[in-house]
């Protein structure tokens, strides 16, 4: 009964910040990439493993590790076998010497590689393949070849997938979305997350990981949560699409203010006044009289409609926001006409 309770009060707190909230529908967003969380487990680089940095870019050490293990098998075999007696020991012991050889045999062109190489250290001084030392020397050229630790945190992106052991590691990861089509009716904005858009080791964060807490991040992205109204649609994550691109989002109509319904009443009739202009003025290149007086009342008429908006900068996008799309495009294409006329006839 309590279950069911807390979920009634979620619903209705959920219903009630759905309705907080300016809603709105997308007109087209397929230029935009959508995104949704996913927690899971994910194979990721351990920022605190020990990484070595291998001479010979690595070539040498797996086949000495190997011989290492395996000489000293069979020498445990052959030690081992002195305590057989006997025909049955003889026999064993030419047995395991045939397979001591093999070992030798199969390992001797990486013995020769090795010391045949010079990078400031001498692989093998003084050892040949028969050498009793030759095992000891193994284990202390493969510590040389295993090479000196590296600076995870200095290591560039490729170097770090490539180079680090990985761990498993459970959080919140940003995945691509991309199927636009359940993008249907209202939303609201619900909130924003930070995501990591690279490895980063002073942070402890991994690409595309969800940043949670309070914690001081350094390199992130912020992603807008669209949340559909009913249901009825995907929610989804984006980081760039403008609520207020009217090709992109349709938004309820604003709730105007007196002043605000004057400015709009105003602005239907400067809106008749340059359409009527506009085919005039743009008749600016061939410097018809008709063009000029065109141009010098549409400069009258741009002088009124900046005095809608105090001819301040700031207060110019709040005045558009007033214009529907049509009055919009109009007054746009009117400025870029008017401009044009203006320097051709220098006024």
């Known amino acids: ?15 009630m910040l759905s309705f907080s909230q300016e809603t709105f529908k997308f007109r ?3 230029r935009y990439s959508i995104y949704t969380v996913r927690e899971g487990t994910w194979f990721v680089p351990d920022y605190e493993a020990e990484v070595k940095n ?12 190997e011989f290492i293990e395996d000489y000293e098998v069979i ?20 047995s395991l010497s045939a397979q001591r050889i093999e070992i030798l045999t199969k390992y001797q062109p990486y013995f020769s590689g090795l010391k045949s190489k010079w990078s400031g250290t001498v692989h093998f001084e003084g050892i040949d393949i028969n050498s009793p030392n030759l095992l000891e020397e193994s284990k202390k050229v493969l510590k040389e070849l295993e090479g000196t630790n590296l600076v995870i945190k200095d290591l560039n992106e490729k170097d770090l997938l490539n180079k680090v052991p990985k761990k498993s590691l459970t959080f919140k990861k940003l995945m691509y979305l991309g199927d636009n089509t359940n993008i249907k009716g209202e939303y ?32 992130y992205s ?3 949560f669209f949340k559909s109204v009913d249901g009825s649609g995907t929610d989804f994550y984006n980081s760039n699409i403008d609520i207020y691109d009217p090709y992109a989002v349709e938004r309820k109509p604003k709730k105007l203010n007196a002043d605000e319904k004057k400015i709009v009443s105003k602005m239907k009739t400067y809106k008749a006044e340059i359409t009527s202009l ?33 001819n301040n900068d700031d207060k110019y996008y709040d005045f558009m926001q007033l214009l529907d799309m ?5 007054m746009v294409e009117f400025n870029q006409v008017l401009k044009g006329a203006v320097i051709i006839f220098g006024l």
């Open 188 to 219: 609201f904005l619900a909130g924003k997350i930070k995501v990591s858009y690279s490895y980063n080791v002073n942070d402890g964060t991994y690409e595309d990981q969800v940043l949670e807490g309070d914690k001081n991040y350094s390199r």
């Open 28 to 30: 087209d967003i397929s």
């Open 54 to 65: 291998p001479m010979y870019d690595g070539f040498y050490n797996d086949a000495v590790k």
């Open 326 to 330: 049509e009055t919009k495009e109009v």
């Open 278 to 310: 506009l085919d005039k003025i743009a008749q600016y290149r061939s410097k018809t009289k008709a063009a000029y007086e065109a141009t010098k009342k549409g400069q009258a008429l741009q002088k009124k409609v900046q005095a809608l908006y105090d």
């Open 1 to 15: 009964m309590r279950k069911t309770n807390f979920l009634i009060v979620l619903a209705i707190l959920n219903c």
């Open 222 to 224: 912020t992603y807008n």
């Open 75 to 94: 020498s445990k075999k052959l030690s081992e076998s002195e305590n057989v007696k006997g025909k049955e020991g003889r026999k064993l012991r030419k």
